[in-house]
T-cell receptor, first 112, second 113 residues
Framework: NAGVTQTPKFRVLKTGQSMTLLCAQD?????MYWYRQDPGMGLRLIHY???????AKGEVPDGYNVSRLKKQNFLLGLESAAPSQTSVYFC???????????FGPGTRLTVT | AQTVTQSQPEMSVQEAETVTLSCTYD???????LFWYKQPPSRQMILVIR??????QNATENRFSVNFQKAAKSFSLKISDSQLGDAAMYFC???????????FGKGTMLLVS
């Protein structure tokens, strides 16, 4: 039981490049989330999903897109990376809206 | 919108001593949940403790306990018998009842020596 995994763990992008972060969970959780963590800012919600095929915006959604084609996977896309998107990205999942969220190990993204 | 405030960017404690981390929140809701998460240098977010707003009794998990003051909208974390492994960033988080999303504070770095 791997829990929540994230791919890749590290990535360096140039401004304007695109990439996709993959989050996978093997706990059959309905809900999945993407957060970003910046120094002194805590974690801020980017997008989330309450089930396969659904997505919703969080606090800081601009510049990101997401997809939840399969229940176990939640993808975060950056279409045209900007230096302001340099951050550590965390994925999380929860069984439903009542139970606690379980977090992945994070992806450190640097945009130069 | 709900806000969570952690006013202590950094705290220090010696091994075996007790430390209290502060958290205040702002909400007009009556149904909500509060959490403390620990983030060690490995970056992995670990749930330490949770408190349901409707419960008057303060939550306790081994050496970790909370002081939940609903009227004051205060939710502090007490760590007893501090250990080197407790050194981490601690985040306070809020979740509105019936909703799944979390609102985090900015964190408190706990140093243990």
């Amino acid at each position: 039981n791997a829990g929540v995994t994230q791919t890749p763990k590290f990535r360096v992008l140039k401004t304007g490049q695109s990439m996709t972060l993959l989050c996978a969970q093997d706990m059959n959780h309905e809900y999945m989330y993407w957060y970003r963590q910046d120094p002194g800012m805590g974690l801020r919600l980017i997008h989330y999903s309450v089930g396969e095929g659904t997505t919703a915006k969080g606090e800081v959604p601009d510049g990101y897109n997401v997809s939840r084609l399969k229940k176990q996977n939640f993808l975060l896309g950056l279409e045209s990376a900007a230096p302001s998107q340099t951050s550590v990205y965390f994925c999380a999942s929860s069984l439903n809206r009542v139970y606690e969220q379980y977090f992945g190990p994070g992806t450190r993204l640097t945009v130069t | 919108a709900q806000t969570v405030t952690q006013s202590q960017p950094e705290m220090s404690v010696q091994e075996a001593e007790t430390v209290t981390l502060s958290c205040t929140y702002d909400t007009s809701e009556s149904d909500y949940y509060l959490f403390w998460y620990k983030q060690p240098p490995s970056r992995q977010m670990i749930l330490v403790i949770r408190q349901e707003a409707y419960k008057q009794q303060n939550a306790t998990e081994n050496r970790f306990s909370v002081n939940f003051q609903k009227a004051a909208k205060s939710f502090s974390l007490k760590i007893s018998d501090s250990q080197l492994g407790d050194a981490a960033m601690y985040f306070c988080a809020y979740r509105r009842g019936g909703y799944s999303t979390l609102t985090f504070g900015k964190g408190t770095m706990l140093l243990v020596s």
